[in-house]
């Protein structure tokens, strides 16, 4: 998939880099195939920053502390909104092992299955490749690049929530979505 675009070595690096950074955030289940997931998504982000493969939609990406709330909920209803006509990623400074359970019930009542996703660790290559970038008013910090859209939207943390609170958050994110994906000319 890389072929021409990275070295092997390159590419081993930053399976290395991607396994040392998701075992750390506490994943351990099916770690390898995540891995290889998450060297896609990164090798993929580098590849378009540097003009190496060209974009044909716009870049989103989320970013809370723990990528296993709101980010993730963000993400699912822009890439379920958009049609994939979006690029969506999403990340968190210090992710968790899974995705709050609270929260995959919650996006399952919008029709919206969480199973497949996992909280990734913020990596500069998405951060670069993406056209805006969101961080859900946890206070994390990302790197800064120009050309880039920044917005913090001040959301509380669905973690220890019940379902009628995860429910009000997911519904206050899905109107942000909404009108993000509206100024996106989707």
């Known amino acids: 998939m890389f072929t021409g675009v990275f070295s092997e070595d390159t590419i081993e690096q930053c ?6 950074a998701l075992g750390g955030s506490k994943v351990t289940t099916h770690l390898p195939l995540l891995a290889g997931r998450f060297v896609r998504e990164r090798l993929t982000a ?3 920053s540097k003009g190496s493969v060209m974009k044909d939609r716009p870049e989103v990406l989320f970013v ?4 296993a709330g709101r980010s993730q909920m963000a993400a699912a209803l ?3 909104i958009s049609g994939g006509r979006v690029s969506v990623r999403s990340a968190g400074s210090a992710p968790a092992d899974r995705i709050t359970p609270v929260v995959v019930e919650a996006m399952r009542e919008s029709g919206i299955d969480l199973s497949r996703e996992f909280p990734k660790p913020l990596s500069a290559e998405v951060v670069e490749a993406a056209d805006v970038v969101v961080t859900m008013g946890c206070g994390d910090a990302c790197p800064v690049f120009p050309g880039k859209r920044y917005l913090d939207w001040e959301l509380p943390d669905p973690s220890g929530q019940p379902l009628e609170k995860v429910r009000l958050i997911r519904d206050d994110i899905r109107e942000r979505v909404e009108r ?5 000319g989707i």
């Open 46 to 48: 580098a590849a378009q």
């Open 78 to 80: 822009l890439d379920h």
């Open 180 to 184: 993000l994906a509206a100024e996106l």
């Open 15 to 20: 399976l290395l880099e991607s396994l040392e």
């Open 64 to 67: 809370c502390v723990h990528n």
